[in-house]
């Protein structure tokens, strides 16, 4: 028998092994001062592209402004309880009808986090008689929401409609037996790639096949369509999306997230999904504040005409430079290179100590072994300046590893962790 603490101790898991080498640098980095395109490390300010304050709406004095009044006229507790005891209020349902106006669904709920809001709308919409079809590439929160599903559950490769169309086959064979129904589950912008999900060719699926679609738009909402309502708006599909999602933490920068659908389907979630029932409602300021910052959305077309004038220039001019980005169809910005994880580290930490650039890496296990990708999240509050410096700087990062110069090293940047 062993003991439960021995057993983790020698496995720390796939990302947790390297914390002694990289806890403080490249995992858990403490960026410093308030949020902004500039912020410090270690002391140092750096050009920073890695957080998804797309609108830059984060740091927005209107939205500061509402944040602190709310929270002095509130307070961080109220409401106690969840929403069906005692945490209810009008401004939750201000909100929520706000939201459901832009985004063109027939009602709205307000959920405390995305991860858990997504994993618990899908445990209270299907039950073991129900298929639930979903994209081979979603986010965590899905492929959990999915493992909580007690009946069948199909992949597709990731946009690949023929794949989804089997896929359907198989589910409607199914479901014609059991009686039950089928759930098709994908998103809007894919968040490493930054590809869209084909929404407009699953939507045109439903004339063939019986099927409810839920779309996760947590990268989409606010940054895609003409007035920012989403992939769906994108593309003039989203009267297809039977079950419309986004999270704050994004274009909104706050906290807590939205589901949006028919009136009679959201009734159904605030009296079916745990995750609300058992938990207490979202704190006052932040529903005032996420008030303020939709307003400001609405009011404010020029923060997405920014964010894409920022977005376009960093793309077009990494592929100028002969850099991979990948389909991405959308703000997400990902630098496809090849290397070890020793040689990505010792990349990252001459963009950061070298020429003053703060960006995400990501490796193995999240992508395939041998591959790099470093993420870009271009914000309305960037410039072509800092576009500029960004492109030279990866123009000769890119040339460096290309030459094995991050290679002479096996092992993660050593003294770094804290
Ligand atoms: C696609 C997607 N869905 C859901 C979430 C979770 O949202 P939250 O941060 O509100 O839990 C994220 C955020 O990381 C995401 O990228």
New binding site residues.
């Given amino acids: 028998m062993a003991d439960l603490f021995d057993k983790i101790l020698k496995n720390m898991g796939p990302i947790g092994e390297h914390a002694k080498e990289s806890h403080g640098y490249f995992t858990f980095p403490k960026l410093e001062g308030e949020i902004n395109t500039h912020m410090g490390f270690r002391g140092t300010e750096m050009l920073n592209w890695s957080l ?1 304050n797309y609108l830059g709406l984060a740091n927005h004095p209107e939205v500061r402004k509402a944040d602190a009044d709310a929270a002095i006229k509130y307070g961080l507790a109220l409401p106690m309880g969840a929403r069906m005891m005692s945490g209810n209020s009008d401004n939750h349902e201000a909100l929520e009808n706000e939201l459901s106006k832009f985004v063109n669904k027939e009602a709205t709920f307000l ?1 405390n ?6 994993l618990s709308a899908i445990d209270a919409l299907v039950d073991r008689r129900d298929v639930i079809v979903y994209d081979a590439e ?5 492929i959990d929401g999915v493992r909580l599903h007690q009946g069948k559950r199909f992949v597709f490769t990731h946009n690949d409609m023929a794949s989804l169309e089997k896929q359907l086959q198989r589910a409607t064979k199914l479901v014609d037996e059991t009686g039950g129904a089928i759930m098709v589950i994908t ?1 809007g ?3 490493m790639r930054g590809d869209l999900g084909a929404l407009d060719q699953i939507v045109a699926m439903k004339s063939k096949y019986q099927f409810r679609l839920f779309v ?4 989409g909402f606010g940054t895609m369509g003409k007035t920012g309502a989403g992939t769906g708006e994108h593309f003039g599909v989203q009267d297809g999306i039977d079950i419309y ?1 986004s ?4 274009s909104m920068a706050g ?3 939205f589901i949006s659908s028919q009136k009679e389907i959201i009734t159904f979630l605030q009296y079916n999904m745990r995750s609300q029932i058992f938990a207490k409602s979202l704190p006052m300021p932040l529903v005032v504040g996420m008030r303020k910052r939709l307003d400001l959305i609405k009011s404010m077309p020029e923060l997405k005409e920014n964010l894409w004038k920022i977005v376009r220039a960093l793309q077009s001019g990494l592929k100028e430079y002969g850099l991979e980005i990948g389909p991405t169809a959308s703000p997400v910005t990902p630098v496809y290179l090849s290397g070890s994880i020793p040689e990505a580290t010792h990349m990252v930490y001459d963009l950061r100590e070298n020429y003053g650039i703060f960006c995400s890496m990501v490796t193995y296990p999240v992508i395939p072994k041998g591959m790099i990708i470093l993420r870009l999240i271009p914000t309305a509050a960037h410039t072509l300046e800092d576009v500029q410096k960004t492109l030279e700087a990866f123009k000769k990062v890119a040339v460096k590893l290309k030459d094995g110069e991050y290679a002479k090293h096996d092992k993660i940047v050593e003294g770094v962790a804290q």
């Fill in positions: 998804n959920l986090f995305g991860y858990q809001g997504v979603s986010h965590a929160c899905i998103e912008v894919f968040g996760d738009d947590a990268h999602f999270t704050f933490a994004k906290i807590g997230a």
